[in-house]
């Protein structure tokens, strides 16, 4: 199971975006599912960095199935519209897919 956990500060500022596991729908290579996070993860995160001025620090293990995006300061409005569109669709995949495939988590720091 892939398990991402959404972290915003109280007043819904994004702080961070873990993105652990591997959805285990198919065998690797076929799990669309698997590819439908990562496609949308990995394209936030890459979108972040060349379409915005939001300064992200990310870490990633393909091996391990982990990506971390963690932000010092609140991202700037086009990162909060991404980071937006990104969670839309996580929650777009978790509600076809159920929760044996992939759980999201939101957390207030």
Known sequence: ??????????????KKVTCKGH????????????????????NTVNSLELLTNTQADVTSSEEKGIIKCSFKEAPDEGGKLLLD????????VADEYGGRYLKLNFREV
Request: net charge neutral; proline share 0%; with cysteine.
């Open 23 to 42: 959805a285990g729908y198919a065998d690797s290579g076929s799990d669309i599912v698997c590819s439908a996070v990562s496609l949308l993860v990995i």
């Open 85 to 92: 569109s990104m969670v839309l669709g996580l929650r777009n």
């Open 1 to 14: 199971m892939t398990t991402i956990t959404i972290t915003k500060s109280k007043t819904g500022e994004y």
